[in-house]
C-alpha cells in the first residue's frame, strides 16, 4: 500500500499558515504596547518630561540630520557633531539649523519645539 505524497505538504503548509497567524497576533500586541507608550502610557510626568526631550531631539536628529551628520554624530558629508556643544551654545546651534552655514542649508523643516529640543541636545554634546 502507497502513502499518499500530498499529506506531508499539507502538514507543512498548515504549520506555515499557524505560524504565520502566532507571529500575526504577537505583532499586534507589540503594536498596541508600542502606541500606549507613545502616548505616555505608564510613564511617570518626571520620566516623560526627562526622556520626551531628549528622545525627540534625538528623532528630530535621525529624520534631518543623520543623513550628513552620521547616525552616531560621527559625520560623513557634514562635519562631526560629537563635540558641538564646547563650540557652540544651543542658540548658536539654533541659529545655524534655521540659517544654515556654510555647505549646510538652512533646514526650514525643522522649528518651534522641534528646533529648541535639537539645539539644547546638540549643546549639551560635550
Do not use: F
Not at 528622545?55 to 552616531?72: E, K, M, P, R
Amino acid at each position: 500500500m502507497r502513502k499518499n505524497p500530498v499529506v506531508p505538504y499539507a502538514i507543512i503548509a498548515i504549520l506555515g499558515v499557524l505560524t504565520v497567524v502566532i507571529i500575526s497576533v504577537v505583532g499586534l500586541n507589540q503594536r498596541a504596547d508600542i502606541q500606549q507608550a507613545e502616548e505616555g502610557g505608564e510613564q511617570s510626568e518626571e520620566t516623560q518630561e526627562g526622556e520626551t526631550a531628549g528622545g525627540d531631539a534625538d528623532a528630530v536628529y535621525q529624520a534631518n540630520c543623520s543623513a550628513c551628520h552620521g547616525a552616531d554624530l560621527s559625520g560623513g558629508a557634514g562635519p562631526d557633531l560629537t563635540a558641538v556643544g564646547s563650540k557652540y551654545s544651543a542658540d548658536e546651534i539654533a541659529e545655524i539649523i534655521q540659517n544654515g552655514v556654510g555647505a549646510m542649508p538652512a533646514q526650514s523643516q525643522v522649528a518651534g519645539e522641534e528646533l529648541s529640543a535639537l539645539s539644547e541636545w546638540l549643546s549639551e554634546k560635550q
